[in-house]
Structure formats: C-alpha cells, structure tokens
C-alpha cells in the first residue's frame, strides 16, 4: 500500500464519513497532505513520510475534524484558520486568511512549517515536544490537548503498521518488513 493510501486510510478510520463523497474528500486531503510532507519529512524513508503525514493528521483531525466548515473557515473567519487552526500573522504569512482559507496544500504547508520551526529551534527535543509546541505554542508546556494529538499520532501509525517514537528522537521504524 501507497504512502497516500495509508495516510487515507488512517483518515477515514478517524473520520467515518458516510458518503463517498465524504471519502473522496479525505482521499484528496491525504494525496494533499503527503505531497506538501514529502519535501520536509522529519525523518528519513517512507517510514519519516509516513510519520511526519500521520502527525499532521493527527493534528488537523484533533483541532477541525476535518469538517468542512472549518476547512473553508465558515461561516466566517474566526480568530484560528483551516483545518490546522493556524493562528494568523508569522504562521500565515506570505498568504492571505482567504488563500489560507481556500486551499489544503497552504494550510498544510503552513502547518508543518509550524512544526517544522519548532523542531529546528529545539534539536534535542522529542515529536512530543514539537506537537506542544504546535499546540500552546510552548514546547514546554503540558496539557490535555497535546496528549491527544500525540495519542492520535500513534494509534493511526500502529493502524498503519508503524511504530513512531513520540517521547524520544528515535526513527518511526515498520512493525513488520514491508
């Protein structure tokens, strides 16, 4: 199976949605969410594209659900945009809340550029650390909303046959040879 395809699958399992076109929609997220992972993938191999995706899945699952009003930021734009809640300004530049608000691959690509800096400032921390400071915008900080993301992150990897590491900077590695 295809890293698109895990990555889809590990959406609707969380998802459920009851229509195709509920599972069309996630299947154009996920051929989205791997192509913007692909160039920045936190580790290496499909196993690293497999879990930097898995993260951001994770991460947009826990703050929109993947619902389409908070994909399009509907009925009007709040203070968080998309499906990641990405607090406009530094995150959002160079793009407007309305090109955020209109296309998966920005809010992506914002989105992992979010984690992506975090990780870069702190070499030594953990994805546990990175995912915090997605979350509070303090890798320091505990709380309840960043140990579901990080939960998340590892039930859809286990569902999709990797281990991934959330509290040391070991490599995500497979369950079984592929």
């Given at each position: 199976?295809?890293?698109?395809?895990?990555?889809?699958a590990?959406m609707?399992?969380?998802v459920?949605?009851?229509?195709?076109e509920?599972?069309?929609?996630?299947?154009?997220?996920a051929?989205?969410?791997?192509?913007?992972?692909?160039?920045?993938?936190?580790?290496s191999?499909?196993?690293?594209?497999?879990?930097?995706t898995?993260m951001l899945?994770?991460?947009?699952?826990h703050?929109?659900?993947f619902q389409?009003?908070?994909?399009?930021c509907?009925?009007?734009?709040?203070?968080?945009?998309?499906?990641?809640?990405?607090?406009?300004?530094p995150?959002?530049?160079?793009f407007?809340?309305?090109?955020?608000?209109a296309?998966?691959?920005?809010?992506?690509?914002?989105?992992?550029?979010v984690?992506?800096g975090s990780?870069?400032?702190c070499k030594g921390?953990?994805?546990?650390h990175?995912?915090?400071a997605?979350?509070?915008?303090?890798?320091?900080?505990?709380?309840k909303?960043?140990?579901?993301?990080?939960?998340l992150?590892?039930?859809?990897?286990?569902?999709?046959?990797?281990?991934?590491?959330?509290?040391?900077?070991?490599?995500?590695?497979?369950?079984?040879a592929?």
């Amino acid at each position: 199976m295809s890293i698109e395809a895990l990555v889809a699958a590990a959406m609707v399992g969380l998802v459920k949605p009851d229509t195709e076109e509920g599972n069309q929609r996630l299947r154009a997220m996920a051929a989205t969410f791997t192509a913007e992972a692909t160039p920045v993938a936190f580790w290496s191999g499909d196993e690293g594209l497999l879990a930097t995706t898995l993260m951001l899945v994770a991460i947009g699952f826990h703050e929109s659900k993947f619902q389409e009003k908070t994909r399009r930021c509907l009925p009007r734009r709040g203070t968080y945009l998309g499906l990641f809640q990405l607090l406009p300004g530094p995150n959002t530049r160079p793009f407007t809340a309305a090109e955020v608000c209109a296309s998966d691959a920005v809010q992506a690509r914002l989105a992992l550029r979010v984690l992506k800096g975090s990780r870069d400032r702190c070499k030594g921390c953990t994805p546990s650390h990175t995912i915090r400071a997605f979350a509070s915008g303090d890798g320091g900080v505990q709380s309840k909303e960043a140990r579901e993301i990080v939960d998340l992150w590892s039930q859809a990897a286990v569902r999709s046959g990797l281990r991934v590491y959330p509290y040391s900077r070991q490599a995500p590695r497979w369950l079984s040879a592929r």
